[in-house]
């Protein structure tokens, strides 16, 4: 399974930006999986942002509640997540990763995932 991410990008508080992550490969199945987003500042640990579980529901960080929204476009294979209302605190690389659904236990533990996008910068100047 590969994870690619998309969307990243500099923008000025209160801004937008969505990001995509595409997945590929002979093992992915749609429907299988637990994906999330997660994303690490400098000199800070990866932070689980946003997750969606293979029967739709989703799970995100307080400190994004009622500004960013997970979405998945399975027909595309594609995860989103849309960012509004952005803050200088938002600034990180961010991350899609995916694990097997029986995996899927703590949403926000880096651990339990087994497959990783190679990361997008999302810059938020205020």
């Known amino acids: 399974v590969q994870l690619q991410e998309s969307g990243g990008g500099s923008v000025e508080s209160g801004g937008s930006l969505r990001l995509s992550c595409t997945a590929s490969g002979a093992g992915y199945i749609v429907g299988s999986y637990c994906l999330s987003w997660f994303r690490q500042a400098p000199g800070k640990d990866r932070e689980g942002v946003a997750n969606r579980d293979p029967d739709g529901s989703t799970a995100y960080v307080d400190s994004v509640k009622g500004r960013f929204t997970i979405s998945e476009d399975k027909a595309a294979n594609t995860l989103h997540l849309q960012m509004n209302s952005l803050l200088p605190e938002d600034t990180a690389v961010y991350y899609c990763?995916?694990?097997?659904?029986?995996?899927?236990?703590?949403?926000?533990?880096?651990?339990?995932?087994?497959?990783w996008g190679q990361g997008t910068q999302v810059t938020v100047s205020s």
């Open positions: 990763a995916a694990a097997p659904a029986a995996y899927c236990t703590q949403w926000f533990y880096p651990g339990e995932y087994h497959y």
